[in-house]
């Protein structure tokens, strides 16, 4: 499963490292890219169906992160064929569309059930460094996903508790300005504009330390 998505990831790149401007389905980006969704699918298949016979095995944390990350990855197939006009009837649009939301909602309970899983074990036990990384994820995965199926008040609040948790960290400068991104959604630019300067306060408060972790 995990070698798939690597592959999968690369095909990916492939299809899309030279723009979506396609203009009919002949284009080989297409082909490429529809291969990549598949790979993905079949990926996330075995990854969740490892999940599922291991889950007490601690390696099936990371296996359950890259799961939902390729059905993540495989919501942009039918999204790229909405935008890119090349799907004119509107009920296969529809379709497409539909897939596209059931493919993150997929990669959202998957998210959600492994920051449950972390924070189960994180009353037990300190985290690892590796764990640690697959909470954060979890958090951004599930917050992502709730962005791109444009519930973006459940958005909020899931990066609002990504900033809380990871207090004066680079993670929190991040979450906070996809929370003025939800505000400004919602049509609250007032609240978008406090958060924003929250965000330069939180800036500031970031250890030197933490420096290497932006990009």
Not at 41 to 55: G, K, Q, T
Not at 101 to 107: C, G, H, I, K, V
Not at 184 to 192: G, H, I, Q, V, W
Request: hydrophobic share 35%.
């Amino acid at each position: 499963g995990k070698l798939l998505y690597r592959e999968a990831d690369i095909t990916h790149l492939k299809a899309t490292s030279q723009g979506s401007d396609w203009t009919d389905q002949a284009d080989p980006r297409v082909k490429i890219l529809k291969d990549s969704f598949e790979q993905m699918m079949e990926s996330a298949d075995r990854l969740r169906e490892s999940v599922r016979r291991y889950r007490d095995d601690t390696r099936s944390l990371q296996s359950q992160y890259l799961a939902g990350r390729a059905l993540m990855q495989a919501a942009k197939w039918p999204e790229t064929m909405v935008d890119s006009g090349l799907v004119t009837l509107e009920s296969q649009r529809r379709q497409l569309s539909q897939q596209g939301r059931d493919l993150l909602q997929s990669a959202l309970d998957e998210f959600q059930d492994l920051r449950f899983r972390l924070n189960e074990m994180q009353e037990r036990e300190s985290l690892s460094v590796l764990h640690m990384g697959l909470l954060r994820s979890a958090f951004f995965g599930e917050a992502d996903c709730l962005f791109m199926l444009e519930r973006f008040d459940e958005a909020l609040t899931a990066y609002r508790s990504a900033a809380s948790r990871f207090l004066n960290r680079p993670e929190a400068l991040e979450a906070l300005t996809q929370v003025a991104r939800c505000q400004y959604k919602l049509n609250r630019p007032d609240e978008a504009k406090r958060t924003l300067a929250q965000a330069e306060q939180v800036l500031q408060r970031i250890p030197a330390e933490h420096d290497p972790e932006f990009p």
